[in-house]
């Protein structure tokens, strides 16, 4: 019998008028009282809804009895959500956001367990990371956040009392009906009895409800780690699955290597291969698996083991190894491996996918009191507009859903106010594309509009299909794939669930006083208390001066005061509150692009390309952005909008530490896991010497830090994090190099047991280490090998336009250097044919730099402001930052 | 140049074919379907959804291809047939089948042609004569056994196999053999067969033919089974069906395509050729996707 849940007690009441807390709660002042009538509204609901689970036993049972309003079925493993949006106060907006958020996979679950393994080549081990019987090393080693309400088969209160029953996940709330459909069809997924929000007033496709089915966005159950929701497979066999892994529970057969014949420089293989092999799930993922976060103000006690009250939808798991679990099927020695596991914790290279040959790992950015993020106004858009009706105008441009009563979209270039998103502003057409286009990174209608756009990095015919990205069709994939209609059709929840409450700031103070409070529950944490810590840590005064410091040599982009554009440091308040929002004003950057060049940090996330026009997210870049000038301080390409980083808020600094876009400044983070095959940091290690970039032997790295959510954790790595930032000559260089050969294979091989042989095409083998020196991981994911090979061949064939095009690019002396050296390759492989390796070797510079995305190195380099403050200062703008 | 060597000799195989085909009109001559414009370049092509939604296939249009002139297409036409084709069925029992390499824009032969018809001579190197082999089996006569999801490589004439050394054979690993139409056939190099993700078109799922794990197979034998497998070629095939007993596949090796080939099976065509000119439908074991496709049959129009 499932568990019945607890009372959704509004013990949280913190956003009731006339409730003083005793401190600040900037989130609750200046509401409208609709707001708290609509979130007492929710909470009556969940009332009734508990209610009837005391009253009637198992959960199930009680949900179907609560008879509550349009929408029927309110599922198990809803409650916890609807608690949630009670204790942040959320209205149905909003709440029926945050769902969508947490749940929604659209679909992706195909791409999960198809998609990515068979068309793009990658295997995901989804058993590896899920198990149940590695529950409580989870987080440790994947960074991923266990669901509260699931256990581990035939623990105590468990409802599953073997791993047969689970398949050897974790059993969650709605695995009581979803188990019964794997291996068959007819299972009615949980979304089906999502209750929509009302339709927002005056909505152009409005007043009648045409929404696209929320069976669409399709929820599933969990799999026990938050935002990674799974799905019986109908074409699961048990009886062949028992074959291959000798029980139900078991993913051994499945998932155990199988060395290749060709011997260990070969990737093992495994029945993850295997697409004949029907796993008993399909894995969906939703936004929140890399979204969800452990909240600064109410961290667990033990992070393996949080509840729900520990949770939070927006700042962004800052521990996640997302990264590693998308190549967790794959072997070391593999490209993909390398490629994709070059991520810090709470990182993700999100054009690893949609793969533009940049490696950039960057955050997941923290969601923080979006109401105050600046929006730019006056920025040319071409993109789909909600209209009534398209009278005469051709398709192309304007299109309505058939079926429907004027639920059309018209496709216009205009003048918009637009926030500008990622890390240089790429998503730049409106928030609600915005959002929508994080569920296609994550797959969803991957099939039907995205991965045959993509590269296929190992077409190197320039005239086949998947030589290089195509746009991403928007209108194409809201006619064709009713996932995308059915987030569509919400957008505007989740972007009122981003502005809501849940997205506030969480402040030091504010986290501090619920530490003390668990100690005695009327305890205080004012301002002045926080003032007083930190000036005796930081020295008197320190907190007053801090400001002054920050005012004049950061505010100029980390405020979004007009104050501040305007140079008026003097005049600017970081504390104030926004009257109309309740929230703080300032939202601490003003997000305008700044050259990297003048940054100074890693630069290869700024010379992203797949907003470029002719590149897959070209349709979610504003022509605005594309006509910025490229830096002109880069020797690399960096038109087309590229080579810019957005200045980002600083709101929270002492929550989110290590800094910059990769995590880079500041301690590395290591989960420690016990199972040491998941040590990810262990088989990377990222200090090398400064001199020539090798590795540090390990008895000079220093010591990664452990994942620490709780209050103090965080302080402790904010401080170190903010002494690396201020100090930038004493930060030991970080370089993510190849920690095993790699081999790069472009063509078909043959291998006929008895000898290597290369049949079509080539294989480039990179080694670890050259001349004693480790290589720069990124220097196999920012290899343009694909115009190396054309520029190769043509440089025999048709060497005057080869020529004239590298003399443009280069300049005259360089360009006919590389011509040389690229007929010079041509000859030494056609005497020796497996001879690339060699020829490159004596002519490094062409994979480092002429053909190379990227040329940096150093991860942790660059932002040097406040390098010449005084010792003084430095502590100083430490200890104001942190009441920020 | 050895790579020539294969295109030729396969492309000398494909044109055999078409000769001894010859007497009908409807394979001396390109099929008369409409196709999207297209130009060289890879990102001049148009995108297969806008393909199928502009100029979708009629059943009548379907009847047009046959197994032989599909072979006088360019490979993009190809390519737009292909993604405009749904899986259907995963056959059963024995068809007939042969490879073949698009006219091309150049004229010049699809394997000679990577990266851009300049890798000749350069980076392509050796030993072609086991692919020769191959080429000659794996594309050719195929028997489905459609529940168990497998699927076996008909090879009339061992002799070459065996003369190169790639036929292991013992009392207690017997070849097993077949009749078709009264011809003795062996049967080599086991595959599996499931619904699952085309490498060219991703909006519905195409039947694979997969020889990957064929060492799990039963009746695997070393050689020369494992030539295509994981450890071999590992060559990866994808079907969609034509019309009832008419599929067009494309073989990968490594990933990588290298050549389209047909499937066809008379008997299984004629018997299902009345209904499916009729209703433009047939069954589809395999995710169909989620664009809407036009049934367009005479009914229809």
């Given at each position: 019998?499932?568990?019945?849940?607890?009372?959704?007690t509004?013990?949280?009441?913190?956003?009731?008028?006339?409730?003083?807390?005793g401190?600040?709660?900037v989130?609750?002042?200046?509401?409208?009282?609709?707001?708290?009538?609509?979130?007492?509204?929710?909470?009556?609901?969940?009332a009734?809804?508990?209610?009837?689970?005391?009253?009637l036993?198992?959960?199930?049972?009680?949900?179907?009895?609560a008879s509550?309003?349009?929408?029927g079925?309110?599922?198990?493993?809803d409650?916890?959500?609807?608690?949630?949006?009670?204790?942040?106060?959320?209205?149905?907006?909003?709440?029926?956001?945050?769902?969508?958020?947490?749940k929604?996979t659209?679909?992706?679950?195909r791409?999960h367990?198809?998609?990515?393994?068979?068309?793009?080549g990658?295997?995901?081990?989804?058993?590896?990371?899920?198990r149940?019987?590695e529950?409580?090393?989870?987080?440790?080693?994947w960074g991923?956040?266990?669901?509260?309400?699931?256990?581990?088969?035939?623990?105590?209160?468990?409802p599953?009392?073997?791993?047969d029953?689970?398949?050897g996940l974790?059993?969650?709330?709605?695995?009581?009906?979803?188990l019964?459909?794997v291996?068959k069809?007819?299972?009615?997924?949980?979304?089906?009895?999502?209750?929509?929000?009302?339709l927002?007033?005056?909505?152009?496709?409005g007043?009648?409800?045409q929404?696209?089915?929320?069976?669409?966005?399709?929820?599933?159950t969990?799999?026990?780690?938050?935002?990674?929701?799974?799905?019986?497979n109908?074409?699961?066999d048990?009886?062949?699955?028992?074959?291959?892994?000798?029980?139900a529970g078991?993913w051994?057969?499945?998932?155990?290597?199988?060395?290749?014949?060709?011997?260990s420089?070969?990737?093992?293989?495994?029945?993850?291969?295997d697409?004949?092999?029907e796993?008993?799930?399909?894995?969906?993922?939703s936004?929140?698996?890399?979204?969800?976060?452990?909240?600064p103000?109410n961290?667990?006690?033990?992070?393996?083991?949080?509840?729900?009250?520990n949770i939070?939808?927006?700042?962004?798991n800052?521990?996640?190894?997302?990264?590693?679990?998308?190549?967790?099927?794959?072997?070391t020695?593999?490209?993909e491996?390398?490629?994709?596991?070059?991520?810090r914790?709470?990182t993700?290279?999100?054009?690893a996918?949609p793969?533009?040959?940049?490696?950039n790992?960057?955050?997941?950015?923290?969601?923080?009191?979006?109401?105050?993020?600046?929006?730019?106004?006056?920025?040319?858009?071409?993109k789909?507009?909600k209209?009534?009706?398209?009278g005469?105008?051709?398709?192309?441009i304007?299109?309505?859903?058939?079926?429907?009563?004027?639920?059309?979209w018209?496709?216009?270039?205009?003048r918009?106010?637009?926030?500008?998103?990622l890390?240089?502003?790429?998503?730049?057409?409106?928030?609600?594309e915005?959002i929508?286009?994080?569920?296609?990174?994550?797959?969803?209608?991957?099939?039907?509009?995205?991965?045959?756009h993509?590269?296929?990095?190992?077409?190197?015919?320039?005239?086949?299909?998947?030589?290089?990205?195509?746009?991403?069709?928007?209108?194409?994939?809201?006619r064709?794939?009713?996932?995308?209609r059915?987030?569509?059709?919400r957008?505007?929840n989740?972007?009122?669930f981003?502005?809501?409450?849940?997205?506030?700031a969480?402040d030091l103070?504010?986290?501090?006083?619920?530490?003390?409070?668990?100690?005695?529950?009327n305890?205080?944490?004012?301002?002045q208390?926080?003032?007083?810590?930190l000036?005796t840590?930081?020295?008197?005064g320190?907190v007053?001066?801090?400001?002054?410091?920050?005012?004049?040599?950061?505010?100029?982009?980390?405020?979004?005061?007009?104050?501040?554009a305007a140079g008026?440091f003097?005049?600017?308040?970081?504390?104030?509150?926004d009257?109309?929002?309740g929230?703080?004003?300032?939202?601490l950057?003003?997000?305008a692009p700044t050259?990297?060049?003048?940054?100074?940090?890693f630069?290869?996330?700024?010379?992203?390309?797949?907003?470029?026009?002719?590149?897959i997210?070209?349709e979610?870049?504003?022509?605005?952005?594309?006509?910025q000038p490229?830096?002109?301080?880069?020797k690399e390409?960096?038109?087309?909008?590229?080579?810019?980083?957005?200045?980002?808020?600083?709101?929270?600094?002492?929550?989110?530490?290590?800094?910059?876009?990769?995590?880079a400044v500041?301690?590395?983070?290591c989960?420690?896991?016990?199972?040491?095959?998941?040590?990810?940091?262990a088989?990377?290690?990222?200090?090398?010497?400064?001199?020539d970039?090798?590795?540090l032997?390990?008895?000079?790295?220093?010591?990664c830090?452990?994942?620490?959510?709780?209050?103090e954790?965080?302080f402790?790595?904010y401080?170190a994090?903010?002494?690396?930032?201020?100090?930038?000559?004493?930060?030991?260089?970080?370089?993510?190099?190849?920690?095993?050969?790699?081999?790069?294979?472009?063509?078909?091989?043959?291998?006929?047991?008895?000898?290597?042989?290369?049949?079509?095409?080539?294989?480039?083998?990179?080694?670890?280490?050259i001349?004693?020196?480790?290589?720069?991981?990124?220097?196999v994911?920012?290899?343009?090998?694909?115009?190396?090979v054309?520029d190769?061949?043509?440089a025999?064939?048709?060497p005057?336009?080869?020529e004239?095009?590298l003399?443009?690019?280069?300049?005259?002396?360089?360009?006919?250097?590389?011509?040389?050296?690229?007929?010079?390759?041509?000859?030494e492989?056609?005497k020796?044919?497996n001879?690339?390796?060699?020829?490159?070797?004596?002519?490094?510079?062409?994979?480092?730099?002429i053909?190379?995305?990227?040329?940096a190195?150093?991860?942790?380099?660059?932002?040097?402001?406040?390098e010449?403050?005084?010792?003084?200062d430095?502590?100083?703008l430490?200890?104001?930052l942190?009441?920020? | 140049m050895?790579?020539?060597?294969i295109a030729?000799?396969?492309?000398?195989?494909?044109a055999l074919?078409?000769?001894?085909?010859?007497?009908?009109?409807e394979?001396?001559?390109?099929?008369?379907?409409?196709?999207?414009?297209?130009?060289?370049?890879?990102?001049?092509?148009?995108d297969?959804a806008?393909?199928e939604?502009k100029?979708?296939?009629?059943?009548?249009?379907?009847?047009k291809?046959?197994?032989?002139?599909l072979?006088?297409?360019?490979?993009?036409?190809?390519?737009?047939?292909?993604?405009?084709l749904?899986?259907?069925?995963?056959?059963?029992?024995?068809?007939?089948?042969d490879?073949f390499?698009?006219?091309g824009?150049?004229?010049?032969?699809?394997?000679?042609?990577?990266?851009g018809?300049?890798?000749?001579?350069?980076?392509?190197?050796?030993?072609?004569?086991?692919?020769?082999?191959?080429?000659?089996f794996?594309?050719?006569g195929?028997?489905?056994?459609?529940d168990?999801?497998l699927l076996?490589?008909?090879i009339e004439?061992l002799?070459?196999?065996?003369s190169?050394?790639l036929?292991?054979?013992s009392?207690?690993?017997p070849?097993?053999e077949?009749?078709?139409k009264?011809?003795?056939?062996?049967l080599?190099?086991?595959?599996?067969?499931y619904c699952g993700?085309?490498?060219?078109d991703?909006?519905?799922?195409?039947?694979?033919?997969d020889?990957a794990?064929?060492?799990?197979?039963?009746?695997?034998?070393?050689?020369?089974?494992?030539?295509?497998?994981?450890?071999?070629f590992?060559?990866?095939?994808?079907?969609?069906?034509?019309?009832?007993g008419?599929?067009?596949?494309?073989?990968?090796?490594?990933?990588?395509f290298?050549v389209?080939?047909v499937?066809y099976?008379?008997?299984?065509?004629?018997?299902?050729?009345?209904?499916?000119?009729?209703?433009?439908?047939?069954a589809?074991d395999?995710?169909?996707g989620?664009?809407?496709?036009?049934?367009?049959?005479?009914?229809?129009?």
């Open positions: 019998m499932p568990p019945v849940l607890p009372f959704p509004p013990r949280h009441r913190s956003c009731l008028p006339g409730v003083n807390r401190g600040r709660n989130a609750c002042r200046g509401r409208s009282i609709n707001r708290f009538v609509e979130a007492d509204m929710v909470r009556s609901f969940l009734i809804v508990a209610l009837a689970a005391v009253l036993g198992p959960a199930p049972q009680l949900a179907q009895a509550p309003p349009p929408g079925t309110v599922h198990e493993q409650i916890p959500y609807f608690e949630a949006c009670a204790r942040e106060g959320l209205n149905a907006s909003e709440c029926a956001g945050r769902l969508i958020w947490f929604a659209a679909g992706n679950d791409f367990t198809y998609v990515f393994q068979q068309r793009v990658v295997l995901i081990d989804w058993f590896r990371v899920l149940t019987d529950r409580q090393d989870r987080f440790r080693a991923g956040i266990n669901d509260p309400n699931c256990c581990t088969p035939g623990s105590v209160n468990c599953a009392k073997s791993l029953e689970t398949f974790d059993w969650c709330p709605g695995d009581a009906e979803l019964k459909y291996g069809e007819g299972y009615v997924d949980p979304a089906c009895d999502f209750r929509d929000a009302p927002a007033e005056g909505d152009v496709h007043p009648a409800d929404r696209q089915s929320a069976c669409d966005l399709k929820f599933g969990s799999t026990g780690m938050l935002g990674i929701r799974k799905f019986p109908p074409r699961f048990l009886d062949k699955w028992v074959k291959l892994n000798g029980r078991s051994e057969g499945y998932n155990g290597k199988i060395p290749a014949a060709g011997g420089d070969e990737p093992a293989k495994s029945r993850l291969l697409g004949a092999v796993p008993p799930f399909l894995i969906g993922t936004c929140g698996s890399c979204h969800i976060s452990f909240d103000l961290p667990p006690r033990d992070p393996a083991n949080p509840k729900w009250e939070k939808g927006l700042l962004g800052q521990y996640t190894r997302i990264s590693e679990i998308m190549v967790s099927g794959m072997s020695n593999t490209l491996w390398q490629m994709f596991a070059h991520a914790p709470g993700s290279d999100t054009s996918i793969n533009d040959q940049v490696n790992p960057g955050t997941i950015n923290a969601l923080i009191n979006i109401p105050q993020r600046p929006v730019f106004a006056n920025e040319q858009v071409l789909w507009h209209v009534a009706s398209c005469s105008k051709p398709e192309a304007c299109w309505c859903e058939p079926e429907r009563d004027g639920k059309c018209e496709k216009s270039i205009k918009e106010t637009v926030h500008h998103i890390k240089g502003g790429e998503d730049s057409i409106g928030a609600l915005a929508q286009r994080v569920y296609f990174n994550i797959g969803s209608c991957s099939e039907q509009c995205w991965v045959n993509l590269t296929d990095l190992r077409v190197a015919d320039p005239q086949q299909r998947g030589f290089g990205q195509t746009p991403f069709d928007i209108g194409q994939c809201r064709d794939c009713p996932n995308f059915a987030i569509e059709d957008l505007g989740i972007l009122d981003f502005m809501s409450a849940e997205a506030r969480t103070r504010e986290a501090r006083e619920n530490a003390v409070r668990k100690l005695s529950l305890a205080r944490y004012t301002d208390d926080l003032i007083a810590d000036e840590e930081f020295g008197n320190a007053a001066r801090g400001r002054d410091v920050f005012a004049n040599t950061c505010a100029r982009c980390h405020s979004s005061q007009p104050e501040a008026q003097d005049a600017l308040d970081f504390h104030k509150l009257e109309k929002t929230l703080r004003a300032d939202w950057g003003n997000d050259l990297v060049s003048e940054v100074g940090t630069r290869c996330r700024a010379l992203h390309s797949n907003h470029m026009t002719g590149k997210w070209q979610y870049g504003s022509e605005t952005l594309r006509a490229a830096d002109p301080n880069l390409p960096a038109d087309g909008g590229r080579s810019y980083y957005r200045n980002i808020s600083l709101l929270n600094l002492w929550a989110h530490a290590p800094f910059m876009h990769n995590n500041g301690p590395e983070l989960g420690n896991p016990a199972n040491k095959a998941n040590d990810f940091y088989m990377r290690p990222r200090y090398v010497d400064g001199k970039l090798s590795l032997p390990p008895e000079q790295q220093p010591a830090w452990a994942y620490d959510p709780s209050v954790g965080r402790a790595l401080k994090s903010m002494d690396a930032l201020l100090n930038p000559d004493q930060r030991v260089p970080k370089v993510t190099l190849l920690n095993e050969d790699v081999t790069l294979r472009v063509g078909p091989r043959l291998w006929d047991g008895t000898e290597k042989e290369k049949l079509l095409g080539f294989s480039l083998t990179i080694p670890a280490q001349d004693g020196r480790g290589v720069n991981a990124g220097t994911g920012n290899f343009q090998h694909k115009a190396f054309v190769l061949v043509q025999k064939f048709k005057k336009e080869v004239a095009r003399v443009q690019q280069w300049g005259e002396e360089e360009g006919k250097r590389i011509l040389a050296d690229l007929k010079g390759i041509t000859e492989v056609t020796t044919p001879g690339l390796v060699e020829a490159l070797k004596k002519r490094p510079y062409l994979v480092k730099q053909y190379s995305s990227c040329f190195e150093i991860e942790n380099a660059g932002h040097r402001f406040g010449d403050l005084s010792d003084a430095k502590k100083a430490i200890a104001f942190a009441t920020l | 050895i790579p020539h060597r030729r000799l396969l492309a000398a195989a494909a074919a078409l000769l001894a085909g010859c007497g009908a009109k394979d001396r001559t390109p099929p008369d379907v409409p196709f999207a414009p297209w130009a060289l370049a890879h990102n001049a092509k148009p297969f806008s393909v939604y100029y979708p296939l009629s059943v009548a249009d379907l009847y291809l046959t197994p032989k002139n072979a006088l297409l360019d490979q993009e036409q190809v390519d737009q047939i292909y993604a405009r749904s899986a259907g069925p995963i056959p059963d029992g024995p068809y007939e089948g490879l390499f698009p006219r824009e150049s004229g010049k032969l699809r394997l000679s042609e990577i990266a018809g300049g890798l000749k001579g350069l980076l392509v190197n050796v030993a072609g004569k086991k692919l020769d082999l191959i080429g000659e794996l594309w050719k195929k028997v489905f056994y459609r168990e999801r076996r490589n008909r004439d002799g070459p196999l065996k190169a050394g036929v292991e054979e009392d207690a690993n070849l097993q077949i009749e078709v009264g011809k003795d056939q062996w080599l190099f086991p595959a599996q067969l993700q085309s490498l060219l991703g909006r519905r799922e195409s039947i694979i033919i020889y794990f064929t060492d799990q197979l039963p009746g695997y034998r070393r050689m020369p089974d494992m030539l295509a497998g994981r450890d071999g590992i060559i990866r095939d994808e079907i969609r069906m034509v019309r009832p008419f599929y067009l596949g494309r073989a990968y090796i490594d990933r990588s290298v389209n080939f499937l099976n008379d008997e299984i065509a004629e018997a299902a050729k009345a209904d499916f000119m009729q209703t433009g439908t047939t589809q395999c995710w169909t989620t664009q809407q496709r036009k049934v367009i049959t005479a009914a229809a129009k």
